[in-house]
């Protein structure tokens, strides 16, 4: 069973950064699709940042150029840095990965961007 864990989240205000982490239980190269997700009460969930199957970035244009997803594979650990924070930023943060058979989702991290 693989387990998807994200941490990082917290209250900033707006300028800030955060970065969030997302450790595997299994081995990040059995999957071959890995991003972020947001989600905001009410509407559905949306990609942030992803990984695409050549393992070049792809951002939503709201986050681009503040937003970078990295990943350590010697730590099975994808992250997300985010930088000028706005306060349209804040939603619950999902990690998501994919292989042949399933798609697997942590259980979020809230991020406030508030002041």
């Known amino acids: 069973q693989v387990q998807l864990v994200e941490s990082g989240g917290a209250l900033v205000q707006p300028g800030e950064s955060l970065r969030l982490s997302c450790v595997s239980t299994?081995?990040?190269?059995?999957?071959?699709?890995g991003g972020w997700y947001r989600q905001v009460p009410g509407n559905s969930r949306e990609l942030v940042a992803s990984?695409?199957?050549?393992?070049?970035?792809n951002y939503a244009d709201s986050v681009k150029g503040r937003f970078t997803i990295s990943r350590d594979n010697s730590k099975n650990t994808v992250y997300l840095q985010m930088n000028s924070l706005k306060p349209e930023d804040t939603a619950v943060y999902y990690c998501?990965?994919?292989?042949?058979?399933?798609?697997?989702w942590g259980q979020g991290t809230q991020v406030t961007v508030s002041s």
């Open positions: 998501n990965a994919r292989d042949d058979l399933f798609d697997y």
């Open positions: 299994r081995s990040l190269l059995s999957f071959n699709y």
């Open positions: 990984f695409t199957s050549r393992g070049l970035p």
